[in-house]
């Protein structure tokens, strides 16, 4: 039997990595989009249930509502949609992912990321947002 507990103790490191080299080899290619212009893009990975990811809602609809036609904000229920938590190689919920407009991944953050924090990471990955004219402010 211990012989068995021991194997177990390697390969499940060794499946689980590789999961994670598969989710962030998929996480690179872009993802199809119905805008004509590419954008950067804000994956949002999470459930409607967890407390940080209820959180990051109203943030994700401020960024998409104010920031649109700059920057796409998508939000992935991966509780929902079992797929994709793996595709991405995500650890935790919320995982934010930040793609170029050609669908590299720049930069990913896990768990609660207030909105002044989101847009001072795309300002210093180079994307300049425009600040919204409803509101005034970044």
Same mark, same amino acid.
């Given at each position: 039997m211990k012989p068995i507990r021991? $194997?177990?103790f390697v390969l499940i490191p060794?499946?689980?990595l590789a999961a994670l080299a598969?989710?962030?080899r998929a996480a690179d290619t872009p993802a199809p989009t119905d805008n004509k212009v590419a954008l950067p893009r804000l994956?949002? $990975?999470g459930a409607d249930k967890c407390i940080p990811c209820k959180m990051m809602a109203p943030i994700l609809a401020e960024l998409e509502k104010e920031y649109a036609g700059q920057i796409n904000v998508v939000f992935i229920d991966v509780w929902k949609n079992r797929d994709e938590g793996p595709r991405y190689g995500i650890r935790v919920i919320p995982t934010q992912i930040f793609f170029d407009a050609?669908?590299?991944e720049l930069f990913r953050h896990e768990g609660f990321y207030a909105k002044k924090d989101i847009l001072a990471k795309w300002a210093e990955l180079g994307v300049a947002l425009r600040v919204p004219v409803a509101t005034g402010q970044p």
């Open positions: 021991a $194997l177990r060794i499946v689980c598969a989710g962030l994956v949002d $990975l050609s669908g590299k």
